[in-house]
Nanobody, 122 residues
Framework: QVQLVESGGGVVQAGGSLRLSCAAS????????MYWYRQAPGKQRELVAGITGSEISNYADSVKGRFTISRDNAKNTFNLQMNSLKPEDTAVYFC????????????????WGQGTQVTVSS
């Protein structure tokens, strides 16, 4: 079993910054892609950023130039640096990862964290 635990959420004023972290633990041989999603009240969950195993990143248009996703493969962690935050960034942020649990199989599974609240006040 694999667990993802987010940290770093909180309350910040508009224009401020936060750094979210996600730590993966458990039965992990390797982690392929890693993602950050968010879900605002009354809205569908949306993809914010993703990073592949070869560290190619992509971003939602709404966060390009403000958010940066990164990963540390040695520690099985990945981060989301959020700058120039706006009230519309307020949401619960979820990390997820595509994990290959064993070297004996190429199968991978997607796991999710429990979410961390980010609130940006105007």
């Amino acid at each position: 079993q694999v667990q993802l635990v987010e940290s770093g959420g909180g309350v910040v004023q508009a224009g401020g910054s936060l750094r979210l972290s996600c730590a993966a633990s458990g039965s992990i041989f390797s982690i392929n892609a890693m993602y950050w999603y968010r879900q605002a009240p009354g809205k569908q969950r949306e993809l914010v950023a993703g990073i592949t195993g070869s560290e190619i990143s992509n971003y939602a248009d709404s966060v390009k130039g403000r958010f940066t996703i990164s990963r540390d493969n040695a520690k099985n962690t990945f981060n989301l640096q959020m700058n120039s935050l706006k009230p519309e960034d307020t949401a619960v942020y979820f990390c997820c990862a595509d994990v290959r649990p064993s070297s004996s199989s190429y199968r991978q599974f997607r796991y999710w964290g429990q979410g961390t609240q980010v609130t940006v006040s105007s």
